[in-house]
């Protein structure tokens, strides 16, 4: 298959002075390890501390390599987990917190790796108070509830208002 590298240069004065541009040593590669498909983390699998993660092999790969990470943090500080051999369960996880998840084939491992999937998002489930006494002072951001909540509310709190409203 023919492709074509397309490379664009545009100097809009906006610096004042044109600044050179050098492009030097391009290498392309050919990725042949098949990237999964189907990635997944069920509802039914996410508990406050632990979620199942699921996949299909894009190839004949039986090697994978995942990332999971808070969503708030960059993927340059995720947790990596290598030599998966089938569907991962993630452990340790914090109660009531927002999780990205991606997974990559590993053919030879190395040398010839799918790139990663897109990754995935899930939510653990909200944590029981343990600690007393106990404060919530509603200072978090509220979110979209699902039933049987019918208004917005912090995560993990439930607001029925029963269609009354009021302005403060």
Do not use: H, M
């Amino acid at each position: 298959t023919v492709k074509k590298l397309i490379i664009g240069w545009r100097n809009d004065s906006s610096d004042g002075a044109q600044p050179p541009a050098c492009i030097d040593n391009i290498s392309i590669t050919e990725i042949l390890c098949s990237r999964p498909t189907a990635l997944a983390v069920p509802v039914a699998t996410i508990t406050t501390n632990t979620a199942e993660v699921t996949w299909t092999a894009g190839g004949s790969e039986t090697d994978w390599t995942l990332q999971y990470k808070l969503s708030s943090d960059s993927w340059t500080n995720a947790t990596e987990v290598t030599n998966v051999t089938s569907g991962y369960q993630i452990t340790g996880l914090n109660p009531s917190s927002s999780y990205d998840v991606r997974v990559k084939s590993v053919c030879t491992a190395g040398v010839d790796e799918s790139v990663w999937t897109d990754a995935v998002n899930f939510r653990t489930q909200c944590g029981a108070v343990s600690a007393f006494p106990w404060t919530e002072g509603f200072e978090s951001a509220w979110t979209v509830t699902t039933l049987p909540g019918n208004a917005t509310a912090p995560d993990c709190w439930i607001n029925v208002n029963n269609g009354y409203s009021s302005s403060y």
